[in-house]
């Protein structure tokens, strides 16, 4: 993806008139990014959901381990959104003619006839109606069909729930959405190797059309997405753990270091699932019984990264396509970005399909995800770092809470 990188920058700044022509390429690579959107969202959350085998110990800590991740949630969203607020990284850039997000344009705003998308004094009440319109589906195929997530993660909740209620009868229907979910996540490796191809064409439509100025507007969004994990990672990872607990920032800081080498180098959570549980159980002392329950889930549905991508995304967007973020707005993006990285998969670039989800989910152009892709990796292994750091964090407090975990003689 680097070399596409590179070669649509070339190609965009000596030949702009081929290079416009050449944009469905990459329109066509943002429709294959469009077309697991669906899929992924409900299979995740239906694996993640019944993936959760312990009944007894779910009853005792599920409650308290989901209010914690979703707490932590939000107050990263609202960090990043503070950060990207001051910071402005798609400032000075302006781009219209989008295409692609239409069909949801009506949860938050309306697009105009040019493609580009703008909101009114009032949207803010019909935004909320409709989102809430959008929750609870009449049909779920239809749904589907129109790319409603809330309402498709909504049915998939109850679904998984209703099938891990009746036990046995339930197995074969588990079994059968578990392959079809490494179906789709093999679908999209597949789709993963066409980026370049997709990032060459985007970039060289970019810069064509936009100038050499898109550059500094990137550089800007790559500095936010950082300084905002960053920010995330002190303020509600170390900071109240270390309080809560008692355990010393340095070996909290120590353990977090040796996970992030793998989650620098993976981009995936999954993948680094195995080396957060060692680190958590032999190095920090954590419970087993606690890892084995909150960091599995952690890994599925605590997404501090996550919360920091679509916060600093959104105003992203918002900037160089022209829209105004208004508080209530700001607010159902919070509320269906948590719903959202509840189907995140753990694999690398898994983001990008969820971005483009996000923004097609109110109204926003999800074009830029192409731009996005071709250094979403290096954004990634942020991302990353910090959802697993905020699995270890939250597994430190629960197990704390339930009086399983003792810092007496930790250095």
């Known amino acids: 993806m680097a070399v596409g990188f590179a070669l649509g920058v070339l190609l965009g700044l000596l030949f702009p008139a081929f290079s416009?022509?050449?944009?469905?390429?990459?329109?066509?690579?943002?429709?294959?990014?469009?077309?697991?959107?669906?899929?992924?969202?409900?299979?995740?959350?239906?694996?993640?959901?019944?993936?959760?085998?312990?009944?007894?110990?779910?009853?005792?800590i599920g409650l308290r381990t989901l209010a914690l991740y979703v707490l932590m949630f939000v107050v990263s969203s609202f960090i990043a959104l503070f950060i990207a607020f001051l910071i402005k990284p798609g400032r000075g850039l302006v781009m219209a003619g989008a295409v692609g997000a239409a069909s949801a344009a009506g949860a938050a705003g309306a697009v105009s006839a040019t493609g580009a998308a703008t909101y009114s004094g009032a949207m803010a009440d019909f935004s909320v109606t409709s989102f809430l319109m959008q929750i609870v589906p009449t049909n779920i195929f239809s749904a589907m069909a129109s790319g409603s997530t809330i309402g498709i993660i909504l049915f998939t909740l109850v679904f998984a729930i209703a099938v891990v209620a009746i036990g046995e009868k339930g197995r074969p229907v588990v079994v059968f959405m578990n392959s079809l979910s490494a179906a789709f996540f093999k679908m999209l490796e597949y789709f993963m190797e066409l980026s370049p191809i997709g990032v060459l064409s985007l970039i060289a439509y970019s810069v064509a059309t936009y100038g050499a100025g898109i550059f500094s507007s990137i550089a800007r969004y790559i500095l936010c997405c950082y300084i905002s994990c960053i920010a995330?990672?002190?303020?509600?990872?170390?900071?109240?753990?270390?309080?809560?607990?008692?355990?010393?920032?340095?070996?909290?800081?120590?353990?977090?270091?040796?996970?992030?080498?793998?989650?620098?180098?993976?981009?995936?959570?999954?993948?680094?699932?195995?080396?957060?549980?060692s680190v958590s159980v032999n190095d920090l002392g954590a419970p087993e019984s606690i890892s084995g329950f909150t960091l599995p889930l952690?890994?599925?549905?605590?997404?501090?990264?996550?919360?920091?991508?679509?916060?600093?995304?959104?105003?992203?967007?918002?900037?160089?396509y022209g829209f105004n973020l208004s508080f209530p707005t700001i607010l159902l993006m919070v509320g269906s970005a948590t719903l959202i990285n509840m189907a995140a998969p753990g694999i690398p670039g898994g983001g990008v399909v969820l971005g483009a989800s996000f923004l097609s989910l109110f109204g926003l152009p999800f074009d830029i995800m192409g731009i996005i892709s071709g250094f979403y990796r290096l954004l990634d292994m942020a991302f990353t770092t910090i959802n697993v750091e905020g699995d270890i964090s939250a597994n430190l407090i629960i197990s704390k809470s339930v009086g399983m975990y003792k810092t007496s003689g930790r250095k």
């Open 20 to 60: 416009i022509k050449t944009k469905v390429v990459g329109d066509i690579y943002l429709n294959l990014i469009k077309l697991l959107i669906v899929p992924v969202v409900f299979c995740a959350v239906f694996c993640g959901i019944t993936g959760i085998k312990d009944s007894s110990l779910l009853r005792k």
């Open 298 to 320: 952690g890994c599925t549905i605590n997404m501090c990264g996550g919360a920091c991508s679509f916060a600093c995304l959104a105003v992203f967007a918002s900037e160089i």
């Open 232 to 277: 995330v990672f002190f303020l509600v990872m170390v900071l109240p753990t270390c309080l809560y607990t008692g355990i010393s920032p340095k070996r909290l800081l120590k353990a977090c270091g040796k996970v992030s080498l793998v989650t620098l180098s993976t981009t995936s959570s999954a993948a680094t699932l195995p080396t957060t549980i």
